[in-house]
């Protein structure tokens, strides 16, 4: 069974840092494009990240660019995504999920994803 497992959010003051991980389980991670998204209070999902499968290709919401990073350990079957200088508008459940058709596009679609895991909370907060 193709599984996504998020993991690693939580509570942390603005200008602070956290690493999600995307745990794949039923299947081998590294031939996937695999993205982050996010979901604020009264807000829509939106694309925060993607990275090819295999790697060597990422891309990011404007919001974001300078502050996250995506990497992906395959050894681990997992991605990441490193959040630095966090700012309170970046409270949302983050979750991830498997692109349906191989490659990112210039920003992550909802619609071109699928398989998502539950998530997990990230609460930037003072």
């Known amino acids: 069974q193709v599984r996504l497992v998020e993991s690693g959010g939580g509570l942390v003051q603005p200008g602070g840092s956290l690493r999600l991980s995307c745990a794949a389980s039923g299947f081998t991670l590294e031939r996937y494009t695999i993205g982050w998204f996010r979901q604020g209070p009264g807000k829509e999902r939106e694309g925060v990240s993607c990275?090819?499968?295999?790697?060597?290709?990422?891309t990011y919401a404007d919001s974001v660019k300078g502050r996250f990073t995506i990497s992906r350990a395959d050894a681990k079957n997992t991605v990441y995504l490193q959040m630095n200088g966090l700012k309170p508008e970046d409270t949302a459940r983050y979750s991830c999920a498997i692109h349906k058709l191989g490659r990112c596009g210039a920003v992550p679609r909802v619609t071109d994803f699928t398989s998502w895991g539950q998530g997990t909370q990230v609460t930037v907060s003072s």
């Open positions: 990275i090819n499968g295999g790697g060597g290709f990422e």
